[in-house]
């Protein structure tokens, strides 16, 4: 019986896709988490003021404070355990206030051909500067190596 050991090396390009999908799936459980507690937050208030007299309004009516000051005032009593946790954090909530102000309208289908041709392009140039700059790094690295050993 014969085994074939596959190397599981991935170019740099499939690790950066798996760094952004690992990166939107974080920024996604994340935003769950936290509004998962916010809800639980509010049900147990209700729970708690129907519980109460009527005539006592329940905590939080009447302040001034919308929905998202709520939420970024419990977000700020989280203990920041290290940087690299603040600035994931920080990342996160810049995220989610950039998807939070995304708007869908519709278009025709020239404008949205055209937009991802746009997009395309961009991509593109993108993709080639990485290239470029990955492929004069590695001729400055060989270089380095050859006047280290000679």
Excluded: C
Excluded at 15 to 24: G, H, P, R, S, Y
Excluded at 47 to 59: D, L, M, Q, W
Excluded at 76 to 84: A, C, D, E
């Amino acid at each position: 019986m014969h085994r074939v050991h596959a190397s599981l090396t991935l170019s740099d390009s499939l690790q950066d896709i798996k760094v952004v999908e690992t990166e939107m799936l974080s920024v996604l459980e994340h935003w769950l988490r936290k509004i998962e507690e916010e809800a639980s937050k509010i049900f147990k208030q209700k729970v708690e003021n129907k519980a109460e007299t009527k005539a006592t309004p329940s905590a939080g009516q009447g302040s001034g404070m919308t929905k998202s000051q709520s939420v970024q005032v419990s977000s700020t009593k989280l203990p920041v355990l290290s940087s690299s946790r603040g600035l994931l954090e920080e990342r996160t909530k810049i995220q989610f206030i950039r998807w939070s102000q995304t708007r869908v309208y519709r278009v025709s289908s020239d404008m949205r051909n055209e937009a991802m041709r746009e997009r395309l392009e961009q991509v593109r140039n993108s993709v080639s500067q990485v290239m470029l700059q990955a492929m004069q790094n590695n001729r400055s690295n060989t270089e380095i190596r050859a006047t280290l050993s000679s």
